[in-house]
C-alpha cells in the first residue's frame, strides 16, 4: 500500500531523493517544496481559539511553506 505521508516524512528526514521543484500557474508552493501540512480546514471552525494561537506560533502561517520549529 502506498503511504504519502509515510514517504514525504522519509524525504523530509533523508533529503533523498533530491528533488526539483515545479512551478506553474497557480501553484500553493511557489515553486517550493512543501515544508509541512497545512492544519486541517475544519480545525479553524471546531476549535477557532486554539487555531489561531497554533497558526501564529508556525514561522510562515498555515502554509505549505510554514516552517516549524524543528526545521532549520
Keep these: ?3 504519502f ?3 514525504w516524512s ?3 528526514r533523508t533529503g533523498y ?3 526539483i521543484p515545479v512551478n506553474y ?3 500553493a508552493t ?3 517544496i512543501p515544508r509541512r501540512f ?3 480546514i475544519a480545525e479553524a471552525a471546531a476549535n477557532p481559539t486554539n487555531y489561531a494561537a ?3 506560533a508556525v514561522s510562515g502561517g498555515d502554509f505549505l511553506t510554514g516552517r516549524v520549529y524543528w526545521d532549520k
Aim: charged share 15%.
Design 1 to 3: 500500500m502506498l503511504d
Design 5 to 7: 505521508y509515510e514517504a
Design 10 to 12: 522519509n524525504y523530509r
Design 17 to 19: 531523493p533530491a528533488l
Design 25 to 27: 500557474p497557480n501553484n
Design 30 to 32: 511557489n515553486g517550493q
Design 38 to 40: 497545512p492544519y486541517p
Design 54 to 56: 497554533a497558526r501564529a
